[in-house]
């Protein structure tokens, strides 16, 4: 089973997020204690749920498993349960995975931490098992890397 994920500390969200608390480790003066909590507490929250929603897809021989390492949660798809899989890149920075089953039951997932030169090799894997795949400007994603 390969699983596909980006390391944390190696995604820009991480990065921002560090950044803009050590914006306000520098600020201590201006905002006061109150404020340097409160803006604290605001950051961590936010990036805690970023890590909750920071899902990563990995693929075996009969399924497709959507993990998440932060709550520990693991949703199993088999392939011959999955009418159609669709890659859907839209206002947001990073695509969503549409997995519809064959009782036409609709399930999305956000795909916040996989590398954008795995989605051509996920897709032609879930082809290969016999997965309808479906991609909606996913173009910046499938180029080949050279």
């Not at 969503?96 to 064959?102: A, F, N, P, Y």
Request: aromatic share 14%; proline share 3%; net charge positive.
């Amino acid at each position: 089973m390969k699983t596909y994920r980006n390391p944390l500390f190696r995604s820009q969200e991480t990065w921002i997020y560090a950044g803009s608390l050590a914006m306000c480790l520098l600020l201590w003066d201006t905002l006061r204690t109150r404020g340097f909590f409160i803006l604290g507490g605001f950051y961590t929250g936010m990036y805690l749920l970023y890590l909750a929603t920071r899902n990563c897809i990995a693929l075996s021989d009969h399924e497709i498993s959507i993990r998440n390492p932060f709550t520990r949660r693991t949703l199993d798809y088999p392939y011959d349960t999955l009418r159609r899989v669709e890659f859907i890149r839209d206002l947001r920075a990073n695509p969503r995975i549409r997995l519809t089953d064959d009782s036409g039951k609709v399930r999305w997932h956000y795909l916040e931490g996989i590398r954008s030169r795995d989605y051509s090799e996920i897709i032609a894997r879930l082809e290969k098992s016999g997965v309808v795949v479906e991609t909606k400007r996913m173009e910046p994603y499938l180029k080949k890397e050279e």
